[in-house]
């Protein structure tokens, strides 16, 4: 039988050398194509339990399992291969400055071995989306802070990730460009399945989009608000390129990306 668990944490405990436990005792289980907004004060450990979803850190204490795999033992070979299916988008943007914005975002394609061409085809493509085509050869220090984001974004999404992490993605964006990646998101989530978190402040954001919160509070995490799997009646503020047509387009080329 398929697992239809993407993220399952029992009784996990995390926290870092000589300070108390930031995470303790935190249990849930996330299906496959779900997608949670992640809230919490500063310092509740938000960004804590992304990096133990993403193999940055291991929990001092319980189990992690991901597609079904528990991590906990995993080799260096064997999480590196799990990472693979997955992506992870920081505030920080974490771009190379010395590579042009079309190398950023296709750096994830060539560790995988693609041939230039399907690697050109794709970045072009994933550069129109974002709106950052005319910028494919430009450095990162020549963008505004929206537009770094946005190259992140792109470099994240590119692989079609099976679970996507966001932490705080809309934090530096105004609320145009916070709705626009937002757009892309809801549109993975829809067309590719993607499971999705995305660690926000932003109530705006979490009124707009009704999809269920998880909060972290006293070293503890709870749910709140029912999964929604019709977005149709979200209200939307970009009015870019009508999403569903990309989606469906870019899908064709992921084929050609195949189970790397």
């Known amino acids: 039988m398929e697992e239809k668990t993407a993220i399952s944490f029992a009784n996990v405990c995390a926290g870092y050398d000589g300070t108390p436990d930031v995470l303790t005792d935190v249990s849930f289980n996330i299906s496959k194509g779900g997608f949670y907004f992640l809230s ?34 995993m ?34 394609l060539r560790v995988r071995n693609l041939s230039e061409e399907k690697i050109k085809k794709l970045v072009v493509k994933v550069l129109d989306w974002v ?33 996507l992490l966001a932490d705080e993605p809309t934090g530096n964006l105004d609320d145009e460009n916070a709705s626009r990646l937002m757009e892309l998101f809801v549109q993975m989530n829809k067309m590719f399945g993607t499971t999705i978190i995305l660690a926000t402040h932003s109530k705006k954001l979490m009124e707009t989009y009704k999809y269920p919160v998880i909060s972290v509070e ?43």
């Open 40 to 73: 919490g004060a500063s310092g509740a450990g938000k960004t804590t339990l992304l990096r133990l979803i993403y193999q940055l850190h291991r929990p001092s204490r319980g189990q992690v399992k991901l597609f079904g795999s528990v991590t906990n033992d």
């Open 75 to 108: 080799t260096r070979d064997e999480i590196n291969k799990l990472r693979k299916k997955m992506a992870i988008v920081f505030q920080e943007y974490s771009l190379l400055s010395h590579l042009t914005v079309f190398d950023n975002v296709a750096l994830p």
């Open 131 to 163: 709106g950052l085509g005319k910028y494919a050869e430009s450095k990162p220090r020549e963008l505004s802070g929206g537009q770094q984001q946005r190259v992140s974004v792109a470099r994240a999404i590119i692989v079609q990730p099976a679970i």
């Open 218 to 260: 006293n070293h503890r995490v709870s749910f709140s608000g029912v999964e929604q799997k019709n977005t149709a009646e979200t209200k939307k503020v970009w009015k870019g390129p009508r999403a569903q047509n990309y989606f469906t387009e870019l899908s064709k080329q992921f084929d050609d990306i195949g189970g790397v």
